[in-house]
Every structure is written in structure tokens, then in C-alpha cells.
């Protein structure tokens, strides 16, 4: 259950555009949740759902969440709701590395889970079938929710966009992504835009410990505005401990042939591996250990810079092997120019 009144303090711009919304009752048929990747988008995205179709909402015109409408929506069984979101861990208590292994070897879950989660047309037009075999009532509104919408192929955007131009009535989507920059200009001018405040680490962190027993993988994470929420392609791929391991190793020899031959004969060689969650995770690896470096922060710009890049590429649709494979050169190109200069100035103040 989400807790409204955290979520009102931390999202108060968001929160009062919707509230506005529904109690006025001009709810707009498409809406993106838009900002830096934070679990506050999924968790108001799902209570701005039940809100339309609550049986009791309160004051603000906002969900109950206990109603039999409210509990429906919420485990994705209400018959006019629709969620296209990857799979997901239900965790009951902090996972060692060990124990997260186990859960892996031991849970169900359907092998198309494993790999890189993406949003396809056929994910869409399954998404119109739906609601053209279905019809809203005056008291119940239709709604769907699509997460991480930065995923999503051209030819799904290009099918999303149809249905959105002959918008139907009593039926609302909501958006949600981390990069509105990546998103069809025509779609993002055919919704109303919600902006999601950035997360607070702090309060990243302990939610994320809750789940992962590794605080230095808890920072990582919280530091890339990773939430529980959002965790569930990282946690599939069974290789989360050992990235933040092989980025450990490499970091401090990134300027060695032989820690870029590592990596490519380590964890990147696997077959199907890594997928771009897993990449990603392994770059804000990297850019976690270079802000943990004793330098000053001028020094570490041109590493940052190509981290932060790279980052950006995986949005695009390049093999995520080939792109850390570039990193990996480019870093150590930067790291031995950053050694030169700084032999150059020790050798100055020798002289001097």
C-alpha cells in the first residue's frame, strides 16, 4: 500500500495536478510521468489509477486503496485496467548474495522474464485489443499504465501513437518514464506531462535494504536512483553481486590491457549476457568507484563524462557488449593521461 501522505510531501506538483484533476473530473486520456528513474513514478501511477475508479477517495479526490476497486487495481485483476511493466520480485526480507542465488535456482519465473525486458507493438496492439472488447461504464473508468516507456521499439511508439490520436472515451494511459528526450515528440505533445521530483537517497537506500543485505550494492543502486520498485530486471539476471564485483576488480588496473581482456573473458563472455539493465548497472558501478577516488573532481571529469555518455547510448539500440568493450579503451586512454600530467606536476615541483 502506498503511503499518500510521504508521497504528497515528495511529490506535492505531481500530486496537485492529479488531485486537481479528478476532482474537477476533467481527467486528460493520456498522461507521462516523466523525470529522473524514481519508484515515486510506478507508486502514483497505480494510485492515480485506483483514484479514477475508487469507491471512497478522500479529500483530495485520491484512493482509498482498501475499497474492493482499490485491492482489484492494485493486483492487476480489475477487468478495466491494463499494466505493461517487466516482472517482478515479491521479497520478504533482505537477500544475501547466497540467499538471492537460491531464489533464483528456486522461484518460478517464466524464462521470458530473464532477458531484457522491452516494449514491443505487439505488447501494444494486445493492449487495444483489450480495451476495444471492452467498454467502460459512467461509474468505471478504463485505464492502462505503461512503465519504463524509454524501452519501447519504434514500431510500438509508432503504434501507441495511432491509438493515441483517436483517443476513446472513458479511457486514460499513463506513461511513465526516466527519458522523456527518447520519447516521439507526437506522443509526449498528446499527453499531459507530470513531473516526478528526484529521490532522495537517503530514502532510496533504506528502502533498497530492505531488500538487498549488501551496502555497497544498496549505495550503488540509490546513487543511480534505483528504487524496489524498479529493481526487478537487475535482480533477474542473477549477476548483480558479481558486476559490482568484476567492476570492483577492474577499476583500479583500468589502465592494463589485461583488466580490459578480464572483463571480456569474465562476466561479459556469457552467452545472452549482459543484458542493457545489466550494463547499465555496471557502469553506475564504475561511476560509483571514481567518486569514491581521493582526487578532486576536475580530474575525474573526462571518466565521468564518458561513463555518463555511455549511459545514454544504452538507450539506443547497440550491443551492449560492444559499448562497454569501448568504455573500457576510452577509460584507459583517460586514465593514462590523467597519469602523465600528474607525473608531469610532481616532476615540476621537484625542479622547483
Known amino acids: 500500500m502506498v503511503d499518500k501522505k510521504k508521497l504528497k510531501e515528495r511529490q506535492p506538483v505531481a500530486w496537485k495536478i492529479l488531485s486537481n484533476a479528478l476532482k474537477s473530473g476533467r481527467i486528460s486520456h493520456a498522461y507521462m510521468f516523466y523525470g529522473q528513474k524514481n519508484p515515486d513514478q510506478s507508486r502514483l501511477a497505480l494510485l ?50 547466497k540467499e538471492l542465488d537460491a531464489w533464483w535456482k528456486t522461484n518460478a519465473v517464466p524464462s521470458e522474464q530473464k532477458t531484457s525486458w522491452r516494449l514491443r507493438k505487439e505488447d501494444i496492439l494486445r ?8 467498454s467502460g461504464t459512467d461509474a468505471r473508468r478504463q485505464v492502462y499504465i505503461i512503465e519504463q516507456y524509454e524501452q519501447a521499439t519504434a514500431s510500438a511508439s509508432n503504434t501507441l501513437l495511432k491509438f493515441l490520436e483517436e483517443p476513446k472515451d472513458g479511457l486514460t494511459g499513463i506513461l511513465c518514464t526516466s527519458a522523456i528526450n527518447t520519447v516521439l515528440p507526437t506522443i509526449v505533445s498528446r499527453c499531459q506531462l507530470i513531473p516526478m521530483r528526484p529521490p532522495a537517497r537517503a530514502a532510496l537506500e533504506a528502502e533498497i535494504a530492505e531488500i538487498i543485505d549488501d551496502p555497497e550494492i544498496v549505495a550503488i543502486l540509490a546513487r543511480a536512483g534505483y528504487g524496489p520498485d524498479s529493481l526487478e530486471a537487475l535482480l533477474e539476471n542473477e549477476a548483480l553481486f558479481e558486476l ?16 580490459i581482456v578480464r572483463l571480456e573473458c569474465g562476466v561479459f563472455s556469457k552467452s545472452g ?29 573526462e571518466e565521468r563524462s564518458t561513463l555518463v555518455e555511455a549511459l545514454d547510448a544504452l538507450r539506443q539500440p547497440l550491443d551492449p557488449v560492444l559499448l562497454i568493450e569501448r568504455v573500457a579503451r576510452d577509460l584507459r586512454k583517460e586514465a593514462l593521461r590523467k597519469q602523465r600530467r600528474s607525473t608531469g606536476i610532481l616532476q615540476q615541483d621537484a625542479y622547483s
Do not use: V
Open 273 to 301: 549476457f549482459p543484458t542493457r539493465e545489466a550494463a547499465a548497472f555496471f557502469l553506475h558501478c564504475l561511476l560509483y568507484f571514481l567518486e569514491q577516488e581521493q582526487t578532486e573532481q576536475a580530474d575525474r571529469l
Open 127 to 134: 493492449l487495444q485489443d483489450t480495451f476495444a472488447t471492452s
Open 48 to 97: 492515480f489509477a485506483q483514484s479514477m475508479n475508487c469507491e471512497h477517495p478522500d479529500e483530495d479526490g485520491i484512493a482509498c486503496q482498501n475499497c474492493e476497486t482499490c485491492q482489484l487495481i492494485a493486483r492487476d485483476m480489475y477487468p478495466d485496467f491494463f499494466w505493461l511493466h517487466p516482472g517482478g520480485l515479491q521479497a520478504r526480507k533482505p537477500l544475501t548474495r
Open 244 to 259: 559490482r564485483d568484476a567492476a570492483k576488480e577492474y577499476w583500479p588496473q583500468r589502465t592494463s590491457h589485461s583488466a
